[in-house]
């Protein structure tokens, strides 16, 4: 506690009538003086003592608390700042600060911990100052005694003056790291966000060794990885732009993983990876519609895949009715030639599904096109059937080289009935039935119309998602091979499309049917997905069984974590992780992998991780602070007056500001009124007794 006394006025009448009053009596004692008139002196007492008077003295005592000064330390907690042993350098810079700041005089210390980035992509790199504004808005200008910055200068949000910061204290950078660090990166530029599947995408990558020795290498091993298994490697130049080409595979997301071998100097190895994904589109699915005779049901399937801008269709009905043999060669019976050997043997493998819509065996398509039909889809291909009655005769399908594929084969059953298909229990976890618009699961009544014809077959292969008539199958999914078959058991689904009964999901369904067969990865009933939201990966496994095992996690920086999957009701299983790290994550549940990339393919925290004064630099000279490396040692701390020097060999300075504050104040009047009163009297007697003298 200091005390402090001052003097103050506190005028009886306005300060330019004092000083009116003041100007007349100086003009009236300077006349006085010039005639030599008696008593003039005490006359200008006289005038003096009514001037004080007018004026009301006082003196002000006050008692002044003093206030300490604030010592802002911000240590830099991004992630830059924790490789090798820079984290250690820290905790032994604090320790030491803890105990110099300690024995200061009058000083607050407040430490702030900084520029963690919220989430994994850290697109904007270290934010430091955005902590440090925060803290500066609950600290008074007048106490700050300095600011202490713990960092190995990678700061991405430095002001650009100390004005802008708004403060007038120094600034001093304790700086982690070493003089000769060196680190290899990986870049990657010109990343598309699409692509067509099936055709080749590039980009540009570029390795480069910061601060090498000399001599060091100029190519350097590139390892490519698809998806988590498919990889390749290549070698390329050190400290030049190369291009990279590689083809979609598949719709949806496709993650590329890039890694560059270990460099002469490494700070760390996560800037020597990185992770991009393309999302792959189809340009035109080329579908082939045969249709084995005119139905009502063909304008719906034509209609159906009509619509869908992205197909190119090519459309073939039989009119020539089976029981109309007269001898006239195939060729012959249209005007256009049916192309049979380009379609079924020269461009097969163009299309990507291929539709069999009440088609029967009959001389239209010998046996060896229906071969090479069977053989695209043991190669990749997709093959939807919707069988008519002919499929339960001696005219079926499956009597041909192309019942090798089908799943189903017929009993020689037909129900001619009403029934409302319903969605099997097996359906309800299939991504092409589960939550079909009307369905109310397997052991209740769908919400939809009926259809009027059902093909009995046995089952050989596949799933059953759809039953029909005495809960005999309706819909089947298979693969063969490398492709997939579907059969829908009735030629009825256009009931659905012309509303009858309230009609039904036809569209939705026999969407899901034809994007299943090409494979579209939103529809797998057997996948294991990630995908990284925020600060946190949603894991997501599909499948058609009900018990399933635990996902391994690998993380970027190469540690595992397990994840417990809770299962849903609809074939669907989650488990969320926390996301803490930039690069690739991999997952496997014994049987499928995943990849999941988290950040942005060049990451501003790690595009370069060497320690720097040149970022901090500007605001340390504006302020007169210093920069110390800390892995020498840390500085000694001393109180300055703010007119001096901040900074010195082997120490560091914080202003003295000497702030305070009031905490009580005694006012005593210099004239009181009996004073002023007997002083003015006195004074003005001893002129009137001098003059009369």
Same mark, same amino acid.
């Given at each position: 506690?200091? +005390?402090?006394?001052?003097?103050?006025?506190?005028?009886?009448?306005?300060?330019?009538?004092?000083?009116?009053?003041?100007?007349?009596?100086?003009?009236? *004692?300077?006349?006085?003086?010039?005639?030599?008139?008696?008593?003039?002196?005490?006359?200008?007492?006289?005038?003096?003592?009514?001037?004080?008077?007018?004026?009301?003295?006082?003196?002000?005592?006050?008692?002044?608390?003093?206030?300490?000064?604030?010592?802002?330390?911000?240590?830099?907690?991004?992630? /830059?700042?924790?490789?090798?042993?820079?984290?250690?350098?820290?905790?032994?810079?604090?320790?030491?600060?803890?105990?110099?700041?300690?024995?200061?005089?009058?000083?607050?210390?407040?430490?702030?911990?900084?520029?963690?980035?919220?989430?994994? /992509?850290?697109? &904007?790199?270290?934010?430091?100052?955005?902590?440090?504004?925060?803290? !500066?808005?609950?600290?008074?200008?007048?106490?700050?005694?300095?600011?202490?910055?713990?960092?190995?200068?990678?700061?991405?949000?430095?002001?650009?003056?100390?004005?802008?910061?708004? *403060?007038?204290?120094?600034?001093?950078?304790?700086?982690?790291?070493?003089?000769?660090?060196?680190?290899?990166?990986?870049?990657?530029?010109?990343?598309?966000?699409?692509?067509?599947?099936?055709?080749?995408? /590039? %980009?540009?990558?570029?390795?480069?060794?910061?601060?090498?020795?000399?001599?060091?290498? /100029?190519?350097?091993?590139?390892?490519?990885?698809?998806?988590?298994?498919?990889?390749?490697?290549?070698?390329?130049?050190?400290?030049?732009?190369?291009?990279?080409?590689?083809?979609?595979?598949?719709?949806?997301?496709?993650?590329?993983?890039?890694?560059?071998?270990?460099?002469?100097?490494?700070?760390?190895?996560?800037?020597?990876?990185?992770?991009?994904?393309?999302?792959?589109?189809?340009?035109?699915?080329?579908?082939?519609?045969?249709?084995?005779?005119?139905?009502?049901?063909?304008?719906?399937?034509?209609?159906?895949?009509?619509?869908?801008?992205?197909?190119?269709?090519?459309?073939?009905?039989?009119?020539?009715?089976?029981?109309?043999?007269?001898?006239?060669?195939?060729?012959?019976?249209?005007?256009?030639?049916? #192309?049979?050997?380009?379609?079924?043997?020269?461009?097969?493998?163009?299309?990507?599904?291929?539709?069999?819509?009440?088609?029967?065996?009959?001389?239209?398509?010998?046996?060896?096109?229906? @071969?090479?039909?069977?053989?695209?889809?043991?190669?990749?291909?997709?093959?939807?059937?919707?069988? &008519?009655?002919?499929?339960?005769?001696?005219?079926? !399908?499956?009597?041909?080289?192309?019942?090798?594929?089908?799943?189903?084969?017929?009993?020689?059953?037909?129900?001619?009935?009403?029934?409302?298909?319903?969605?099997?229990?097996?359906?309800?976890?299939?991504?092409?039935?589960?939550?079909?618009?009307?369905?109310?699961?397997?052991?209740?009544?769908?919400?939809?119309?009926?259809? %009027?014809?059902?093909?009995?077959?046995?089952?050989?292969? &596949?799933?059953?998602?759809?039953?029909?008539?005495?809960?005999?199958?309706?819909?089947?999914?298979?693969?063969?091979?490398?492709?997939?078959?579907?059969?829908?058991?009735?030629?009825?689904?256009?009931?659905? =499309? $012309?509303?009858?009964?309230?009609?039904?999901?036809?569209?939705?369904?026999?969407?899901?049917?034809?994007?299943?067969?090409?494979?579209?990865?939103?529809?797998?009933?057997?996948?294991?997905?990630?995908?990284?939201?925020?600060? $946190?990966?949603?894991?997501?496994?599909?499948?058609?069984?009900?018990?399933?095992?635990?996902?391994?996690?690998?993380?970027?920086?190469?540690?595992?974590?397990?994840?417990?999957? @809770?299962?849903?009701?609809? &074939?669907?299983?989650?488990?969320?992780? #926390?996301?803490?790290?930039?690069?690739?994550?991999?997952?496997?549940?014994?049987?499928?992998?995943?990849?999941?990339?988290?950040?942005?393919? +060049?990451?501003?925290?790690?595009?370069?991780?060497?320690?720097?004064?040149?970022?901090?630099?500007?605001?340390?000279? =504006?302020?007169?602070?210093?920069?110390?490396?800390?892995?020498?040692?840390?500085?000694?701390?001393?109180?300055?007056?703010?007119?001096?020097?901040?900074?010195?060999?082997?120490?560091?300075?914080?202003?003295?500001?000497?702030?305070?504050?009031?905490?009580?104040?005694?006012?005593?009047?210099?004239?009181?009124?009996?004073?002023?009163?007997?002083?003015?009297?006195?004074?003005?007697?001893?002129?009137?007794?001098?003059?009369?003298?």
């Amino acid at each position: 506690m200091l +005390n402090a006394t001052t003097l103050a006025f506190a005028p009886l009448v306005p300060w330019p009538v004092v000083i009116a009053l003041a100007v007349l009596s100086a003009l009236a *004692i300077a006349v006085a003086g010039w005639r030599r008139a008696r008593g003039a002196i005490w006359r200008a007492l006289a005038l003096a003592a009514i001037l004080a008077v007018l004026a009301n003295p006082s003196l002000i005592r006050e008692q002044r608390e003093v206030l300490p000064d604030i010592a802002l330390v911000a240590v830099d907690d991004s992630a /830059s700042n924790r490789l090798e042993d820079r984290q250690a350098q820290v905790d032994r810079a604090i320790d030491a600060l803890d105990g110099e700041l300690a024995d200061l005089e009058n000083t607050q210390v407040r430490v702030i911990r900084a520029g963690r980035a919220d989430g994994p /992509s850290q697109e &904007g790199g270290t934010r430091l100052f955005d902590d440090v504004a925060r803290a !500066l808005a609950e600290i008074p200008r007048e106490r700050l005694a300095g600011l202490v910055v713990v960092s190995d200068g990678q700061i991405h949000d430095v002001p650009e003056s100390l004005k802008a910061l708004e *403060i007038d204290a120094p600034v001093h950078h304790l700086m982690t790291g070493r003089e000769d660090e060196g680190d290899r990166r990986l870049t990657v530029d010109e990343v598309p966000g699409y692509g067509i599947v099936g055709r080749e995408i /590039s %980009f540009t990558v570029k390795v480069e060794d910061l601060s090498a020795p000399e001599g060091g290498p /100029s190519t350097a091993e590139l390892r490519l990885t698809r998806g988590g298994e498919e990889t390749r490697t290549r070698t390329v130049p050190v400290g030049q732009e190369t291009e990279i080409t590689v083809e979609l595979t598949h719709r949806g997301q496709n993650v590329l993983e890039l890694e560059v071998a270990e460099g002469p100097r490494e700070l760390t190895l996560t800037n020597n990876r990185a992770a991009i994904v393309i999302n792959g589109v189809r340009d035109r699915l080329r579908v082939l519609l045969v249709s084995g005779q005119p139905h009502a049901g063909e304008r719906a399937w034509r209609s159906l895949l009509k619509s869908d801008p992205s197909v190119d269709l090519v459309h073939f009905t039989i009119l020539r009715p089976p029981e109309k043999q007269d001898g006239t060669p195939i060729r012959e019976l249209s005007l256009i030639a049916f #192309p049979t050997r380009e379609l079924f043997q020269v461009k097969i493998d163009e299309f990507d599904l291929i539709v069999f819509d009440r088609y029967q065996r009959r001389g239209v398509l010998p046996a060896l096109y229906l @071969d090479n039909v069977a053989e695209y889809v043991r190669n990749g291909g997709a093959l939807l059937e919707a069988a &008519g009655p002919s499929f339960a005769s001696r005219m079926s !399908l499956y009597r041909t080289p192309l019942g090798r594929v089908l799943p189903g084969g017929p009993t020689g059953e037909i129900y001619e009935q009403g029934f409302k298909p319903q969605v099997t229990e097996l359906g309800t976890r299939h991504p092409v039935t589960r939550g079909l618009t009307g369905s109310r699961g397997p052991n209740a009544e769908a919400d939809w119309g009926r259809w %009027f014809r059902h093909l009995n077959v046995n089952v050989q292969s &596949g799933d059953v998602v759809m039953e029909g008539v005495r809960d005999r199958p309706l819909l089947i999914l298979d693969r063969v091979g490398e492709g997939r078959v579907a059969q829908l058991m009735s030629d009825h689904a256009w009931l659905w =499309a $012309r509303g009858y009964q309230g009609g039904g999901p036809q569209a939705e369904l026999m969407r899901r049917v034809a994007h299943w067969l090409m494979k579209e990865p939103e529809l797998e009933e057997e996948a294991l997905r990630a995908r990284v939201e925020g600060d $946190r990966m949603i894991v997501e496994r599909r499948s058609l069984e009900t018990e399933l095992p635990p996902v391994e996690v690998t993380l970027p920086d190469g540690s595992t974590k397990t994840l417990q999957l @809770d299962p849903g009701q609809d &074939g669907r299983a989650t488990a969320t992780l #926390p996301v803490d790290q930039l690069g690739t994550y991999e997952l496997t549940d014994g049987t499928r992998t995943a990849v999941a990339a988290a950040g942005p393919p +060049n990451p501003l925290e790690y595009r370069d991780v060497r320690s720097t004064r040149a970022r901090l630099n500007p605001l340390v000279e =504006a302020s007169g602070g210093s920069h110390v490396r800390i892995a020498d040692g840390t500085p000694r701390v001393r109180k300055v007056d703010p007119d001096r020097d901040s900074a010195g060999p082997g120490w560091i300075g914080l202003d003295a500001n000497r702030d305070y504050r009031v905490a009580g104040v005694m006012e005593v009047p210099l004239l009181p009124a009996v004073l002023a009163l007997m002083l003015v009297l006195g004074t003005l007697v001893a002129a009137w007794f001098r003059e009369g003298k």
